[in-house]
């Protein structure tokens, strides 16, 4: 891949970095430094730069390049895309509940060391507000609903009630309600 003067320069670069006293050994203790006083505030060292480098200054498409996914199973039984939106809802307000009662399981490395979870609690009821140079975050943990868009056309959709999350065949009739009201006509089940 290298031609050997290029290969020659390359791996007197790599002595420099790594030799005592280098560039590399240099770094290795502001990485260290960093790790103490992030550590002492409850935060992985690369939290903030991620955060604002990565995520907050970056003029890339998030949903590419940084945002976290999910997908979702087929479930046989649910062959209306409504009432499997209304499933996959049901089953994401789940997973906020395990996020906000810290009972979610830490991400772990080869099943030993786990991985700071402290983003999770961000993942819902949180908006990027764009900024000049620099975005900033707004949270609204307390959120009790989801917003559904049809048509180009915005509805608020209540995901809990006094008794807690909604059940989907709720969420399901809300959904419809929503689809009416934007005059999309009624989804038929898909061909499985």
């Given amino acids: 891949l290298l031609d050997d003067a290029a290969y020659a320069r390359t791996e007197r670069c790599v002595r420099a970095f790594v030799a005592p006293g280098g560039d590399g050994e240099r770094l290795q203790r502001v990485l260290l430094e960093r790790q103490r006083t992030e550590q002492q505030q409850g935060c992985s060292w690369l939290l903030r730069w991620w955060e604002q480098y990565v995520y907050l200054q970056s003029r890339e498409p998030l949903a590419v ?22 499933n996959i809802t049901r089953q994401v307000v789940e997973f906020k509940q395990l996020i906000d009662t810290q009972k979610l399981e830490p991400n772990r490395i ?11 609690a961000r993942i819902f009821g949180t908006t990027r507000v764009p900024h000049r140079g620099e975005d900033t975050l707004e949270q609204s943990p307390d959120a009790r609903h989801i917003v559904v868009i049809a048509r180009e056309q915005y509805f608020r959709v209540d995901v809990y009630d006094e008794h807690g999350p909604l059940p989907a065949t709720d969420l399901q009739q809300q959904f419809t309600r929503a689809l009416a009201a934007a005059g999309v006509a009624p989804l038929t089940p898909s061909a499985a």
Avoid: I, K
């Fill in 110 to 120: 080869q099943d030993t060391v786990p991985l700071c979870m402290a983003q999770y």
């Fill in 65 to 86: 390049f940084s945002n976290w996914y999910g997908l979702d199973r087929v479930e046989p039984f649910l062959r209306s895309p409504v009432a499997r939106a209304a």
